[in-house]
């Protein structure tokens, strides 16, 4: 018997079998979030964010925001940054401990202060997740980069324009690269870019406050300035909600109109889902989702355009309820498996060797007490609860919230019978 009572984290209690139906809005973009709200630390105008989730990791960015002396507060689905009083450089342990993103601090406050000093983020959940390359690239900028009682510290002394090449591509430290480079007057390169959405959404805030930045295949040329001014601007639909949502649909064999999306931001995980057998109907910014998908497929992530490693947990649900065998090899991070374990607790059979994991589809998944370990493993363990016989309870929701905004009542609003088991401590 299953003990439903909560802990020291809300819990998500679930009850499978119910087909979702109907219209949902798709939130802003977390990951498009995060570093435009650090944009504003290179101005010294208000700045206004539009369509800004209400996630955990944006309250800790504007927190950051504030420590550093800034005033940022939410109306309606907004934010407001007035940067004028930042005069600190430092982002200290208990807000990077909270939010890895803060290392995006770090090229801001060195382009407004010609010093930083970022707490050392440390590895996490799904791998080490070393920083290096940021660390190059301001190196590479001629700036003194040392690690010193848990501290990155970067001090520089003059600007000037560089050349950098990427060893491998990064998201963050495209856009840490980008926001430094957006202060600093000539011509620079940059090589090996990453091309995400959220990356291509900063550099579009970038050019608002002033940097001229052109981007040709994986090279962007960023001409910038010492005088950026403040933008109002409207972030992108969150691309890995809209995929989490399009999973829901699909496993639950229903019918769901997804509002606020960009297609062309999902074409990877569209092609997949529609050659696992999906009906995906694009009416301009929306997507008509109907049907089930059920054909095994081999699913590889790789950096956009390729399949997004922020999607493998929840197609992988979607896998082990096909007809067949698939294979999912997981190129971005080493440790990014930890779903398949309470998955199997489920009644899934996936068998990890490596960084391929081998999903053998089964008939049904069966209602458990599962644990979240990381943001998108959360999601997994949601959307496995859906289509799940019985009832499954999700545990540590914390993860989750930090991702995604409203999830249960959106999964509510289609029909879904969940319900959050608050903790017992407050
Ligand atoms: N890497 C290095 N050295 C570096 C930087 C990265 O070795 O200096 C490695 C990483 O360890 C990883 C790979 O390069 O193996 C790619 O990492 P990347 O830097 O691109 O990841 P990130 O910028 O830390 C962002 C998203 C992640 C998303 C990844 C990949 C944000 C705030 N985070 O992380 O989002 O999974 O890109 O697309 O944008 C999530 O939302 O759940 C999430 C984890």
New binding site residues.
């Given amino acids: 018997m299953m003990n439903i009572t909560s802990y020291t984290s809300d819990a998500l209690l679930i009850e499978g079998g119910t087909r979702l139906s109907g219209r949902v809005r798709v939130s802003g973009a977390?990951?498009a979030s995060?570093?435009i709200i650090f944009a504003t630390i290179l101005t010294s105008d208000p700045c206004t964010v539009e369509d800004v989730p209400q996630l955990l990791d944006v309250k800790n960015a504007c927190d950051l925001l504030l420590m550093l002396g800034a005033e940022a507060h939410r109306k309606g689905d907004s934010v407001l940054i007035d940067p004028s009083g930042i005069s600190s450089h430092e982002a200290p342990p208990e807000i990077v401990r909270k939010m890895?993103?803060s290392i995006?601090s770090l090229g801001p406050l060195l382009a407004r202060f010609g010093t930083a000093r970022v707490a050392l983020p440390g590895g996490c959940s799904?791998?080490?997740?070393?920083?290096?390359?940021?660390?190059k690239f301001f190196a590479k900028a001629g700036a003194d980069v040392s690690l010193k009682d848990g501290f990155i510290q970067v001090e520089l002394k003059n600007k000037k324009p560089l050349e950098f090449s990427f060893e491998?591509?990064?998201?963050?430290?495209t856009?840490n690269a980008l926001l430094y480079l957006s202060s600093v007057e000539g011509r620079s390169i940059l090589r090996n870019i990453?091309l995400?959405p959220?990356v291509m959404d900063l550099v579009e805030v970038l050019r608002k406050m002033g940097a001229e930045i052109e981007i040709e295949g994986r090279t962007a040329v960023v001409r910038g300035s010492d005088y950026l001014k403040g933008f109002h601007h409207r972030v992108i639909p969150d691309r890995?909600e809209a995929g989490t949502l399009m999973v829901a649909s699909l496993l639950t064999d229903g019918e769901v109109y997804l509002e606020n999306t960009v297609p062309e931001h999902l074409g990877s995980v569209i092609d997949t889902l529609r050659s696992m057998g999906a009906s995906i109907e694009r009416r301009d910014n929306a997507l008509l989702v109907r049907g089930k998908a059920t054909r095994p497929v081999d699913v590889y992530t790789s950096?956009?355009p390729g399949f997004?490693?922020?999607m493998q947990a929840q197609v992988m649900v979607l896998l082990s309820l096909a007809e067949g065998k698939s294979r999912v090899y997981e190129s971005?991070?080493?440790n990014r498996f930890q779903h398949v374990y309470e998955l199997r607790k489920m009644g899934a059979k996936i068998e990890v060797r490596g960084r391929t994991a081998l999903v053998e589809g089964v008939e049904e998944l069966r209602g458990a007490e599962v644990f979240s370990t990381?943001?998108?493993a959360s999601a997994s363990l949601v959307l496995a609860g859906l289509v799940a016989k019985g009832t499954t309870v999700v545990r540590d929701l914390y993860h989750l919230d930090r991702?995604y905004e409203r999830l249960e009542e959106k999964l509510k609003e289609l029909g879904a019978c969940v319900e959050r088991l608050p903790s017992l401590v407050s």
């Fill in positions: 977390k990951n995060l570093p890895r993103a995006l799904i791998g080490a997740r070393p920083i290096d390359q940021h660390l491998l591509i990064t998201v963050t430290g856009e990453a995400e959220e890995i950096e956009f997004p490693t922020d971005i991070f080493e990381d943001l998108r991702g």
